[in-house]
């Protein structure tokens, strides 16, 4: 059974960086997108940066761009580098998958999720 598991989320100050993994199992596990997404309490789901697994073709939501950095260097794991995090980045971030390369952003296309990894920002 296709699974993705998030990792690396956890308390911070303001000003400082973390790193989330996503990793996939599972044999039959092939997608051509994997993307982040966050849900801070009281809002909706938002999306945060997404990365073609060829070519390595990114995209931010305006809100990181600039202080987030997502990869990938292997077949399995992907991964969300943050820095300069600040109290409004708190939220509970989601590892998603979609075979949909020419649209990044829209989570509707995204069909496989992880069950979220919290990231908490203190002032």
């Known amino acids: 059974q296709e699974q993705l598991v998030e990792s690396g989320g956890g308390l911070v100050q303001a000003g400082g960086s973390l790193r989330l993994s996503c990793t996939a199992s599972?044999?039959?596990?092939?997608?051509?997108?994997m993307g982040w997404f966050r849900q801070a309490p009281g809002k909706e789901r938002e999306f945060v940066a997404a990365?073609?697994?060829?070519?390595?073709?990114t995209s931010y939501a305006d809100s990181v761009k600039g202080r987030f950095t997502i990869s990938r260097d292997n077949a399995n794991t992907v991964y969300l580098r943050m820095d300069r995090l600040a109290p409004e980045d708190t939220a509970v971030y989601y590892c998603?998958?979609?075979?949909?390369?020419?649209?990044?952003?829209?989570?509707?296309?995204?069909?496989?999720w992880g069950q979220g990894t919290p990231v908490t920002v203190s002032s």
């Open positions: 998603a998958a979609s075979n949909s390369i020419a649209l990044l952003t829209i989570q509707s296309l995204y069909d496989y």
């Open positions: 990365i073609t697994w060829s070519g390595g073709r």
């Open positions: 599972g044999r039959s596990f092939t997608r051509a997108v």
